[in-house]
């Protein structure tokens, strides 16, 4: 019987060392700057991406892997191990074309492995956290079956929401009209996004103000959650202050048992830009 082994893509922002810890394999969507191409969280990390962007004329686009890529990857994994069972999972289908790759790249793999792919039907690290539970299990022992039943009920259990700083990004990426755009602006109105049962980014609110966002986020994770205890993560792409003090106030009001706070990766700091903070909290 082999090993359970676990795959991502970058989109996942789960930090290197994270990664390494608990063996998972990471292919990296790429970061397009004109004709520059960077590996997203490999020769490009969200600092210096963020000093490209305010240093460059040019909108970053993303990119999503190869099927060859994703192929490679699995095929580095039963090298080591013949008889590994491989769990994939991968940022949502609505936004990416990153999912269907690894399919192909599943089907492409010789033999008959042992590979689910899974759509996560989120993005950064709402499925992250899915990602290194699944690894943390498969590590302790646990069954396969074990482990997609664990990753579907987090699935169920987990609220996020993002709020941008700025809206300039989202109307650069066709989200939002430049009217919007610039009433937003004049208006210091934040929009409060999340991400629907298919994965599709949507806004759930509008709010004048940082402090009044926070706030109505709060209320809104108290609908959700309630007294329940939770797994709290906080992520921003620049700002580690704001991330700090948002924690603290959501901590104030929940039965936190653990949190954690990270960075928003390049992809998804190319549509959501630098200010963007994100909270995901997870029912236990």
């Known amino acids: 019987m082999g090993s359970i082994r676990i795959v991502t893509d970058s989109a996942s922002d789960i930090p290197l060392q994270l990664r390494e810890e608990l063996g998972i394999e990471m292919v990296p969507l790429k970061i397009l700057f004109g004709e520059e191409t960077y590996y997203d969280a490999v020769t490009m990390n969200t600092e210096q991406f963020f000093d490209k962007v305010a240093a460059s004329s040019q909108l970053p686009t993303s990119s999503q892997p190869s099927p060859m890529e994703f192929q490679e990857a699995y095929e580095r994994i039963l090298q080591e191990d013949p008889n590994a069972?491989?769990?994939?999972?991968?940022?949502?289908?609505?936004?990416?074309?990153?999912?269907?790759?690894?399919?192909?790249?599943?089907?492409?793999?010789?033999?008959?492995?042992?590979?689910t792919v899974l759509d996560s039907?989120?993005?950064?690290?709402?499925?992250?956290?899915?990602?290194?539970?699944?690894a943390r299990m498969a590590?302790?022992?646990?069954?396969k079956e074990a482990i997609l039943a664990e990753i579907d009920r987090m699935q169920r259990s987990t609220e996020l929401y993002f709020l941008v700083d700025t809206l300039e990004y989202l109307q650069r990426g066709g989200r939002i009209g430049k009217a919007s755009a610039l009433i937003g602006s004049?208006?210091?109105?934040k929009p409060i996004l999340s991400l629907?049962?298919?994965?599709?980014?949507?806004?759930?609110?509008?709010?004048?103000?940082?402090?009044?966002?926070?706030?109505?986020?709060?209320d809104m994770l108290e609908q959700a959650c309630g007294s329940?205890?939770?797994?709290?993560?906080?992520?921003?792409?620049?700002?580690?202050?704001?991330?700090?003090?948002?924690g603290e106030m959501i901590k104030s009001r929940f039965n936190v048992q653990?949190?954690?706070?990270?960075?928003?990766?390049a992809v998804i700091g190319t549509h959501v830009g630098p200010g963007t903070l994100a909270v995901f909290m997870r029912r236990v």
């Open 121 to 134: 039907k989120t993005a950064s690290y709402a499925y992250g956290m899915r990602v290194v539970a699944a």
């Open 186 to 189: 004049i208006l210091n109105i």
């Open 85 to 115: 069972s491989i769990i994939s999972i991968q940022l949502s289908s609505a936004v990416s074309g990153t999912y269907q790759s690894a399919v192909i790249g599943s089907s492409m793999v010789e033999g008959e492995p042992d590979i």
């Open 139 to 143: 590590k302790e022992g646990a069954s």
């Open 258 to 265: 653990e949190v954690e706070y990270t960075t928003v990766g």
């Open 228 to 246: 329940e205890p939770v797994i709290l993560t906080i992520a921003c792409t620049t700002g580690k202050e704001a991330a700090m003090e948002f």
């Open 196 to 218: 629907d049962k298919d994965g599709m980014v949507y806004a759930v609110d509008k709010v004048r103000g940082s402090k009044k966002a926070m706030l109505r986020i709060i």
